[in-house]
């Protein structure tokens, strides 16, 4: 599980996150929803640290994540090898894909797996057409980036993050740079992987899909969580004003 | 003597120019670009004094014309107890140069590489040095296979000044073949043709390669 505590975070004067609390128990889908700027991407990406934060902590499974605090109290970022150790134990998928041109697809999955995780090739390979058959791609394995439509590339960017074995996937707005007819079969990626149990955490625009694959729904307003709760709670009933007027603004 | 007479007899004589000048423009192009990468690696991965020593390095040659470092290893090294041959000895001062400038075409193409793949690259725990190496060279050598292409060129030309430390390059065929026969028109457009056929084939290869790579 996952237990983020009192995370507090500025760039300069602006104060992005202000003390967010948010546990995710194993197995757990949480969406964060809410408007462009209210943190919910910073958020995310201070939980697998490509954001540093000021204060607050982060633990995974009861490890504290990314700082120790010293005999004196000082606050400290753990090793460059430390924090990429933790990083492994997380996959994340961002909204423009961010596959690495030059490689094939398949390349692309198994960069992590050989190299950050020495894993052996021919194992590397299995896993990475395992999981490329997952997403439906197999038959595009040889294939460059490029060749690929924006669908196809982001299914290979959850393969990539999923070839890490990790405990928890993140998934940053991962349809919004779509075409519309091409968000469903993103989607059903990660409908397909609700089987498996693995915690997720999603920054999305898309509230009948959070409303389906999400436990619990989280509206962030000015880098605070303002209210938490079912999907139902949250999208049916809102009880913030702010959030009430979200949805109208969204729907 | 007609010309075609006179390529008759003398142009086997431009073998060995025409050999010298390859091989250390093969070698000095080989060494140059392994020199660039070694810069440009120092450049990112050893932060603000780091870069600011390749720099200052890329200035100084930059700054200066390549014939002093030709000079300067050729006659001040076996002073200090380093007697290299000639032809080390000018490979060394074209790699010194040319790395610099090759450091900086690089550098220019770590720029077009999008920002987010260091993210992802980051986000699957990938060390440094296996970003650098998996992910930022392969696409800046690409990109930068044009630019490379002309300083290529450029240091095939410059393999010329290598006459000047007595190596039998092209040029310096062509100057003991006019003190030999007195025929200079013939003995330099000889050599003229050929810096053309060898600088045009460069291009080509170079055209090719950038061709050949499938993925952009």
């Known amino acids: 599980m996952i237990a983020v505590r009192g995370l507090q975070k500025s760039f300069g004067t602006a104060r992005v996150l202000r003390g967010i609390d948010l546990d995710i128990a194993d197995g757990e889908v949480v969406a964060l929803i809410g408007r462009s700027g209210c943190g919910k991407t910073t958020l995310l990406r201070c939980i697998n640290f490509l954001e540093e934060y000021d204060t607050g902590e982060i633990r995974l499974d009861g490890e504290e994540l990314w700082y120790r605090t010293t005999p004196g109290g000082a606050r400290r970022r753990v090793s460059e090898a430390e924090a990429r150790r933790m990083r492994q134990q997380m996959g994340i998928v961002f909204q423009q894909y961010n596959l690495f041109p030059h490689m094939t697809v398949l390349d692309n999955v198994l960069l992590g797996p050989r190299f950050a995780q020495r894993v052996s090739v021919a194992e590397a390979e299995a896993l990475g057409r395992r999981l490329l058959a997952r997403v439906g791609l197999e038959a595009k394995m040889s294939g460059y980036p490029a060749q690929l439509s924006g669908g196809q590339q982001q299914r290979v960017a959850i393969a990539r993050a999923l070839a890490m074995r990790p405990k928890v996937l993140l998934l940053d707005e991962i349809t919004s740079a779509l075409d519309p007819e091409l968000v469903g079969e993103v989607e059903d990626v990660i409908r397909s992987l609700l089987s498996d149990r693995i915690m997720m955490v999603l920054v999305t625009h898309a509230l009948g899909f959070a409303r ?25 009933r809102p009880k913030d004003p702010s959030l009430k007027e979200f949805l109208r603004r969204v729907r | 003597m007609s010309f075609a007479r006179w390529v008759a007899i003398y142009g086997p004589t431009y073998l060995t120019g025409l050999g010298w000048t390859a091989v250390t423009a093969v070698g000095a192009a080989c060494g140059a670009l392994i020199w660039g990468c070694v810069l440009l690696l120092i450049r990112l991965s050893t932060g603000r004094w780091g870069a600011r020593g390749v720099d200052a390095y890329v200035q100084l040659f930059r700054n200066t014309p390549v014939l002093l470092p030709i000079y300067l290893i050729y006659f001040a090294f076996p002073m200090i107890g380093l007697p290299w041959p000639a032809v080390v000895c000018g490979g060394l001062a074209l790699i010194l140069q040319n790395g610099a400038y090759i450091s900086e075409i690089l550098r220019g193409s770590v720029n077009a590489i999008d920002r987010v793949q260091f993210d992802a690259a980051r986000s699957i725990g990938l060390a440094p040095w296996s970003t650098f190496r998996k992910v930022v060279l392969p696409q800046v050598l690409v990109y930068s296979i044009p630019a490379l292409g002309n300083q290529t060129v450029l240091l095939l030309k410059d393999t010329s000044l290598l006459s000047a430390i007595s190596i039998t390059e092209l040029t310096m065929q062509a100057k003991l073949l006019t003190e030999q026969t007195g025929a200079a028109y013939e003995a330099f457009i000889v050599v003229a043709l050929l810096y053309l056929l060898l600088v045009s084939g460069t291009e080509v290869f170079f055209r090719v390669a950038h061709r050949a790579v499938r993925w952009r």
């Open chain 1, 212 to 236: 389906e694959v999400a436990h619990r729904i989280a509206y962030l307003a000015d880098g605070a969580i303002v209210e938490l709760g079912s999907p139902a709670d949250i999208l049916d």
